[in-house]
């Protein structure tokens, strides 16, 4: 930039020195469910204002558009996986009322003690998966009937 004539100010208050981790692939290309994705940010370069050129131009809006298309997806995926969660964890609770009813119905058919307390057992421990899991994911949870 020296060389082009640019002033000492605009070096040291407009450019910025670019680190290495400003010059790598952008990974959303080859892995767009990574984690640690939405704290994502544009380099210093791209964000630049062209040195207040008011012009319009082209690429970049092409290039901000694009940005902001794959950051609306990035959201859209996450509002799609936030919904899946809330309905897995209703889908848990009642995963564990079915065994909880299923073992009550062996309990009553049982015609041996042994397999009664066996039976019984089941239950409560399915009971309190149960209670645990609509304790865990109160609020938070959507139930289907």
């Known amino acids: 930039m020296q060389r082009l004539g640019v002033d000492e100010e605009t070096l040291t208050n407009v450019y910025q020195e670019i680190q290495p981790n400003q010059l790598t692939v ?11 994705q939405g704290s994502d940010r544009l380099a210093w370069f791209w964000r630049f204002n062209n040195c207040g050129n008011t012009h319009e131009d082209p690429w970049m809006d092409e290039f901000y558009r694009v940005n902001w298309l794959k950051a609306k ?18 889908w848990t609770v009642s995963w ?9 119905r062996r309990y009553h058919q049982a015609t041996k003690p042994g397999h ?9 421990l ?16 959507i139930i289907v009937n």
Request: charged share 40%.
């Open 116 to 124: 009664q307390a066996y039976a019984q057992q089941q239950v409560l």
């Open 26 to 36: 952008n990974q959303e290309v080859t892995e767009e469910n990574r984690h640690g």
């Open 126 to 141: 399915w009971e309190r998966f149960e209670l645990d899991a609509q304790n865990a994911f109160k609020d938070r949870m």
């Open 73 to 90: 997806a990035r959201w859209q995926r996450w509002d799609e996986e936030l919904n899946l969660v809330k309905h897995e964890m209703g």
């Open 96 to 104: 564990f009322r079915n065994k909880k009813d299923e073992w009550d």
